[in-house]
């Protein structure tokens, strides 16, 4: 028999947003050619996935992998790495990098850096800035780009539009889907002196629950007036819940692991100011309520907030630490175990890290385990038990929150393109990256 598939991948139990079901996948030339009860004869490679379940390739969109500039912390291939270890298979990296992603040298120097280095594909925001305002047209549709990202509070670098009139002028040139961290700088500004001298859990007092909703309040606004569509990033409030859930016609949102596993007093207690984050990790109300977001569909899509620091720098007396944990590697299994919980179900975590994605953003060709999309597949076992330890995290940075927590429901393969470049723990295919392609019309 001549060969139809380069890999088929038999026996698994295959989850798309709108169902699950056991079924084999073809695949050729990095692409899904068929579903259903498939001859392992005609296949070049067979493997064995009883047992397993196949979700489409987890996708990132939003991580810090500090290249070019803040190496010594995080760099696209070692960044990449953690992602892959993690069952991710494609991530969107922030643009306050030094030099910044504003403009498309900035952007084509990444993309090249990129291409074939890093371990997952990728894509990469812009910064929207007072000066490049004008060019955010072309900006925003350059190959490799994810669209433009705003930062209205003031976080890891110097990108800052805290004016409305800025973001206003940003929003009337945005044709995509733009993504803002939303806290309000001129409150940040007022209320520094509530920070208290080597005391992280004032983090969360300084940058309040109330800096959050006003600069969303602010954006939503600018959003109607403009006509544009934004993507208000790591939600850490209920309040910031309650009020989206009115205005989804401009608006979506992205929450995080983080806010949705860790809270109060307890955590800063045992995490000092590695549970330091902008905006904050805060108390149990707010974590309940972004919980609500999610089981209402307020909640659109998962992203990690990857942002590394060195043990060195986060062992810095508050407020001198900088704000930023891993999480591209954790998302996958922190969010299984939260699955295995009853907290949401396998098919709403794949349409917040697969499906929602490619939604929101036009991603062409992923996002769904279906034929002529990318054979991208996070192959997950939800019976397995593991601990996630420091010595796991691939990250440069070599930490995480979560040393020493045990969890139900791993990544035991990533497959990118076809290519399983991570199974069982090991890396099996040397990086082959590349750029995210997007819809045309968009």
Not at 24 to 32: E, F, N, W
Request: glycine share 10%; charged share 25%.
């Amino acid at each position: 028999m001549s060969i139809t598939y380069d890999t088929l991948f038999k026996g698994g139990t295959v989850v798309n947003q709108d169902g699950i079901g056991e079924t084999d996948i073809g695949v050729r030339d990095g692409k899904i050619i068929a579903l259903g009860a498939l001859d392992p004869k005609a296949a070049g490679e067979v493997i064995e996935c009883k047992g397993l379940h196949l979700l489409p390739g987890v996708i990132d969109s939003q991580v810090h992998f500090r290249e070019p500039g803040l190496t010594h912390k995080e760099d696209l291939e070692t960044g990449s790495l953690a992602a892959v270890m993690g069952g991710v298979t494609a991530v969107f990296e922030m643009p306050n990098t030094d030099p910044q992603t504003t403009d498309a040298e900035a952007l084509a120097d990444k993309v090249r850096r990129g291409t074939h280095r890093m371990h997952c594909d990728f894509a990469f925001w812009v910064g929207g800035t007072h000066e490049n305002v004008r060019h955010i047209p072309e900006l925003e549709r350059l190959p490799g780009a994810a669209g433009i990202k705003v930062f209205m509070g003031s976080s890891t670098g110097s990108l800052l539009v805290e004016d409305d009139r800025g973001v206003a002028a940003i929003l009337e040139k945005t044709r995509r889907r733009s993504a803002f961290h939303s806290e309000d700088e001129m409150m940040l500004r007022e209320r520094r002196d509530l920070r208290v001298e080597g005391d992280p859990s004032s983090h969360p007092v300084w940058r309040s629950a109330e800096v959050a909703l006003t600069c969303t309040k602010r954006l939503v606004r600018l959003a109607h007036e403009t006509g544009a569509r934004i993507h208000v990033l790591h939600i850490s409030t209920a309040d910031e819940m309650l009020f989206l859930a009115d205005h989804k016609d401009v608006a979506s949102c992205e929450v995080t692991p983080h806010h949705l596993t860790l809270a109060g007093p307890e955590s800063y207690e045992k995490l000092g100011t590695l549970v330091q984050m902008n905006p904050p990790v805060r108390d149990e109300a707010h974590r309940a309520g972004i919980w609500k977001g999610v089981a209402q569909g307020v909640a659109d899509i998962l992203g990690s907030d990857h942002a590394p620091h060195t043990l060195e720098e986060k062992a810095k007396a508050y407020p001198a630490s900088p704000s930023g944990m891993t999480g591209v590697q954790t998302l996958v299994p922190i969010m299984l175990d939260h699955i295995h919980a009853g907290r949401l179900s396998l098919q709403r975590f794949v349409d917040m890290t697969s499906a929602g994605p490619a939604r929101l953003f036009g991603i062409a060709n992923k996002g769904r385990i279906a034929s002529g999309y990318d054979a991208d597949f996070t192959v997950v076992d939800l019976k397995r038990r593991q601990t996630i330890t420091n010595p796991w995290i691939a990250s440069r940075c070599g930490w995480t929150p979560y040393d020493g927590k045990s969890v139900q429901g791993w990544a035991v393969g990533t497959i990118i393109r076809g290519h399983r470049v991570m199974w069982e723990g090991e890396l099996t295919t040397p990086a082959r990256g590349e750029a995210v392609r997007f819809n045309e019309a968009l």
